[in-house]
């Protein structure tokens, strides 16, 4: 029994061995963020796992901060549009997708909105993965722009994605409202002239 081979088919499979795993990192969607994710963490941009669904407006700072402790929250206190104090945290991914920062809005101690903030050639990704895990969303109409988002609605919070990719990073934003934040909204727009 021969167990000869062609020295080309050697050079051949040693070349397709060496170079499938890098046409995969470049070439490729998911092997494109599996690399963006490895060189944020390299970097020392650190990674937020949070189900943002499961938030809700009974979460206070301290409890938040007990949840995530390796989350660098910087906060401020001020009027904002969702209560009166804000804490921001510079990330790197959430939930294995490249981000830049979560935002926590807070009325008094009480969780009132969130926003994150992701790198807009993501947003398909993270798009499919809200739809596989909260189901698909609905169009949320809103009187204040052309856009309607995506729209994830449960009891306690409303869910918001824009339905297009961004035209900027600044604008890739995903954003929870708590229920008590959306009637508080509601309220403040019908007051307005």
């Known amino acids: 029994m021969n167990l000869h081979l062609n020295p080309l088919y050697k050079k051949s499979l040693i070349l397709a061995i060496v170079l499938s795993p890098i046409i995969w990192l470049v070439f490729t969607a998911d092997g494109q963020r599996r690399t963006d994710l490895a060189l944020l963490y390299l970097f020392g941009k650190g990674e937020l796992v949070l189900a943002i669904e499961q938030l809700h407006s009974e979460i206070t700072e301290p409890r938040f901060r007990e949840l995530y402790p390796d989350l660098a929250l910087v906060c401020d206190?001020?009027?904002n549009p969702f209560g009166?104090?804000?804490?921001t945290a510079e990330i790197g991914a959430?939930?294995?997708i490249p981000a830049r920062a979560f935002t926590l809005f807070l009325r008094g101690d009480r969780l009132s909105a969130a926003k994150l903030t992701y790198r807009r050639a993501y947003h398909e990704t993270l798009l499919q993965q809200l739809t596989r895990r909260l189901g698909h969303p609905q169009r949320q109409s809103r009187p204040d722009t052309a856009t309607e988002p995506l729209a994830w609605k449960?009891?306690?919070s409303l869910l918001l994605l824009p339905s297009e990719?961004?035209?900027s990073d600044r604008d890739a934003t995903l954003i929870w409202l708590s229920a008590t934040a959306v009637r508080q909204r509601l309220r403040t727009h019908d007051t307005e002239p």
């Open 77 to 79: 206190t001020g009027t």
């Open 84 to 87: 009166d104090r804000l804490c």
């Open 94 to 96: 959430f939930n294995a």
């Open 154 to 156: 449960s009891d306690d």
């Open 165 to 167: 990719v961004p035209e």
